[in-house]
């Protein structure tokens, strides 16, 4: 027996803009689908390749715009039987996320596509805040950095500190062995 392709008519999603986060727009759409019950629990979605033909959106973006659904728990997913609303949401929608704030002035006035594309590319490029537990930022209050670069330099101050710098390549003479 062929599989047949099951094509969901979801018509949040026809409002997607292709050109511009479409990852983006297409995570925001499903909540909002699953949220205003367009897409009930335990309902089945097309398969990536399916809604990214439909949708005209590179498979990539789907997969990885259902993988993070499926870690904020609209999605559950099973290898061979294909990707569910959560049928956990039956009893209580997961509350969607804030909008972004309102547009700027830049958004609204309608510029030149050079312009738009590279306040697009700045936007990107900007960093985000620091978060907790992320790389190379550390809890601010617990580290006490002072403390602990007066105690590194009292220790390398002393002759009680492993050596450091460029010392014979052989090894230190007190560990050769004769």
Partial sequence: MSKRR????IPSLNAIDRTAHSGRQLAQALRGAIASGELRP???????????ATLMIARGTVV?????LT????LEAR????????AAL???????????????????????SPAARLIAVARALTPHPPVPFAIA????????????????????????AAPSGYHDPMGLPELRVA
């Fill in 137 to 160: 930022v550390p809890a601010s209050g617990i580290a006490p950095d002072d403390n602990w670069r007066r105690l590194g330099n009292r220790v390398r101050a002393s002759k009680q």
């Fill in 79 to 86: 290898v061979g039987a294909g990707t569910r609303v959560a």
């Fill in 71 to 74: 870690a904020e728990g609209y």
């Fill in 42 to 52: 335990g309902e089945r979605l097309p398969s990536t390749r399916t809604l990214s």
């Fill in 64 to 68: 990885e715009v259902f993988d993070q």
């Fill in 90 to 112: 039956r009893d209580t929608p997961p509350a969607l996320p804030p909008d972004r704030a309102a547009p700027t002035a830049a958004e609204t006035i309608d510029l030149p």
């Fill in 6 to 9: 099951s094509i969901i008519e």
